[in-house]
Nanobody, 122 residues
Framework: QVQLVESGGGLVQAGGSLRLSCAAS????????MGWFRQAPGKEREFVAAINWSGTDTTYADSVKGRFTISRDNAKNTMYLQMNSLEPEDTAVYHC???????????????WGQGTQVTVSS
């Protein structure tokens, strides 16, 4: 399995921006489709965005569409999530995940990072 480490989280005011990174190691990064998921306290994990192995196809949750952008750099073994116009409802721990399918279904991903906290103040 590929090992994943997220970074870039923090505290930001509503309307601000953050860029999350997910660094991969251990396996060929370009073999994997990738996703971002988030989990707020007391809530179920939810899908945020996904990108296919080559970066040519992406999909987003309706709640972040138009505000978040997922991308990847296979030469750097890194995936990104640019988050703009952040809202308090975006507060959560954000996890990156790797798997063999390009999907919004979390259970289809078999490698997960530990997560990075994003807190948006109003």
């Amino acid at each position: 399995q590929v090992q994943l480490v997220e970074s870039g989280g923090g505290l930001v005011q509503a309307g601000g921006s953050l860029r999350l990174s997910c660094a991969a190691s251990g396996r060929t990064f370009s073999n994997y489709n990738m996703g971002w998921f988030r989990q707020a306290p007391g809530k179920e994990r939810e899908f945020v965005a996904a990108i296919n192995w080559s970066g040519t196809d992406t999909t987003y949750a309706d709640s972040v569409k138009g505000r978040f952008t997922i991308s990847r750099d296979n030469a750097k073994n890194t995936m990104y999530l640019q988050m703009n116009s952040l809202e308090p409802e975006d507060t959560a721990v954000y996890h990156c995940a790797a798997g063999g399918r390009f999907t919004v279904v979390g259970s289809s991903y078999n490698s997960w990072g530990q997560g990075t906290q994003v807190t948006v103040s109003s």
